[in-house]
């Protein structure tokens, strides 16, 4: 990102500089009047300063891990919670195609989120400037007080990840990781770009569902009850068939509810693809060797609670059976909407069970999207979608680290 400041008598006047020099997709970051000093300021008006950035092109680095198996490197290491620093700028990929942003896009994003929290920032100030004026100070006394708004601005968004429900664990860990590379007085078009980005970074990019090298691709889908599993699964599946023209095929081995093996079988029919109900794992062998011509085989298993030691048991085995079929990827579906110490327990749980990328649904019923940042950093998954509603197809999309981060960085609920 490139970062310059402007002069003018007017902010127009600034801003008409900045174009000139930098071209119109400039970006105002910060406006604020410039004190001019010595005697002749008496004389002359004043100044409006403006921060003005633009954004630079970089080429993505390639992802940092391959979650993919049968054949694919494991990733295996679970040691690495709560590390924010593993994640890297992974390349574009999965069933929707490249989601890269341009740079006007990105700089829409950072001027809208820099107007939300200097907004809220200047509300604070007004505030303040409401209490009994301070005598005049020295320049620098001044230079002290630009510090102080400064880390008055770093606390603001602190707090504002707090309200958005990030632990307090992780967001110190990045404020502390901003007051590191801390050099003078930062201003503060840079501590948010700063902030922005190693959000955006912790976050990374899953590469969802990949075409496998031979035979089928294996999707297996587990998690909790109430999640949208199933729903979910038909989402994801009407997009292959529909619009990649795969050959798919449907597996169901939740049994335990027969309101789900008839929901996914009613979505077969309409989807024109074959569907089956697999009771032990020798069947669910014997459905993959039937379909080994397809290009995916879709996988459903039991909704449970994740408290319920036999049926995780049972979950284990089914899912060692499916793994030696084939290439496989495996998917954890959470709701958005469900408790930050409950989504650790349901997490540490299936992780005994598989390795796995992540689903978020339901992020239309919450305000608040912390709890994202939380799994990704506790367990090192990446998270490939998420869901906003009941719609089939419509209402899923690859997971969108810059949108997201805005949210977080928001305090619009």
């Known amino acids: 990102m490139i970062i310059k400041k402007f002069t003018g008598k007017t902010k127009e006047e600034a801003v008409e500089a900045a174009r000139k020099d930098m071209g119109s997709g400039v970006v105002v970051m ?12 008496l004389f002359l008006p004043k100044q409006v300063e403006i921060t003005a950035a633009l954004e630079e092109h970089e080429e993505p680095r390639p992802i940092r891990r391959e979650q993919t198996r049968g054949g694919a490197a494991d990733s295996g290491e679970k040691d690495s919670r709560a590390r924010g620093d593993r994640a890297a700028v992974p390349t574009s990929g999965g069933a929707w195609g490249t989601q890269q942003e341009n740079s006007q896009s990105i700089e829409k994003k950072l ?34 007080q630009e510090i102080s708004e400064q880390e008055r601005f770093v606390k603001l968004l602190y707090n504002t990840m707090l309200e958005n429900e990030v632990d307090e664990k992780y967001a110190n860990q990045i ?16 501590i948010l770009s700063n902030v922005y980005q190693k959000l955006i970074l912790k ?41 990649e023209k795969k050959r798919l095929a449907l597996l169901t081995a939740d049994t335990y509810r027969i309101a789900a093996a008839e929901q996914l079988r009613t979505y077969a029919n309409i989807l024109e693809v074959p569907f089956r109900v697999v009771y032990t794992k020798e069947e669910a062998a014997a459905a993959v060797a039937d379909f080994n ?58 992780e005994e069970v598989s390795d796995y990328q992540m689903i978020f649904t339901k992020l239309d019923e919450t305000s608040t999207l912390g709890n994202l ?24 999309e690859q997971f969108n680290p810059q949108k997201t981060v805005k949210q977080l960085l928001s305090m619009r609920h």
């Open 293 to 350: 011509d397809y290009d995916y085989i879709f996988v459903d298993t039991a909704g449970h609670s994740h408290q319920n030691e036999e049926q995780l048991n049972n979950m284990r085995e089914l899912m060692d059976t499916l793994k030696r079929a084939g290439e496989y990827q495996t998917f954890l579906v959470l709701s958005a909407t469900t408790k930050y110490r409950d989504l650790l327990k349901i997490a540490s749980n299936y």
């Open 373 to 396: 940042l939380n799994l990704k950093l506790y367990t090192d998954a990446e998270i490939a979608y998420v869901t906003c509603g009941q719609n089939v197809p419509e209402d899923i």
């Open 175 to 190: 404020i502390d990781e901003l007051e590191k590379g801390k050099n003078g007085n930062i201003p503060f078009d840079y």
């Open 30 to 41: 910060n406006v604020k009047d410039v004190k001019r000093k010595g005697i002749a300021a």
């Open 111 to 144: 001027d809208s989120l820099q107007t939300l929290l200097l907004s809220r920032f200047q509300q604070e100030e007004a505030a303040r400037n409401t209490q009994p004026a301070a005598e005049p100070q020295e320049d620098a006394d001044e230079e002290k």
């Open 203 to 243: 976050f990374g990019k899953a590469e969802g569902i990949k075409e496998a090298e031979s035979g089928p691709r294996l999707v297996l889908f587990m998690g909790p009850t109430g999640v949208g599993k199933t729903t979910t699964i038909a989402k994801i599946a009407s997009h292959f068939v529909m619009d």
